[in-house]
């Protein structure tokens, strides 16, 4: 059997971690307040852009660059079926 401070101690850590779980979240910033000296707001998701695929091509996961489709090989800036 466990010592009652041992407990006293444990259900009493316990309590604090759950008290700050809640409290931590509030003293998080929301980014509402004004832009600080030296520093600029973020420019993403501005717009859009028409990319042109050549046929039998797809775009990376990073929507930067494009790749031939399976079967396909890159030649002149287009795929060509692969022999």
């Known amino acids: 059997m466990r010592h009652p401070l041992a407990r006293l101690i444990a259900k009493s850590a316990f309590m604090t971690g759950v008290i700050a779980s809640f409290a931590f979240p509030a003293l998080a910033q929301d ?9 600029q707001a973020p420019s993403y998701g501005g717009g859009s852009i028409d990319i042109n695929l050549p046929e039998n091509a797809y775009l990376d996961r990073s929507g930067n660059r494009w790749s ?16």
């Open 31 to 39: 980014g509402t307040g004004p832009i600080p000296q030296n520093a």
């Open 68 to 83: 031939c489709n399976r079967g396909f090989r890159l030649s002149d800036g287009m795929c060509v079926l692969a022999r």
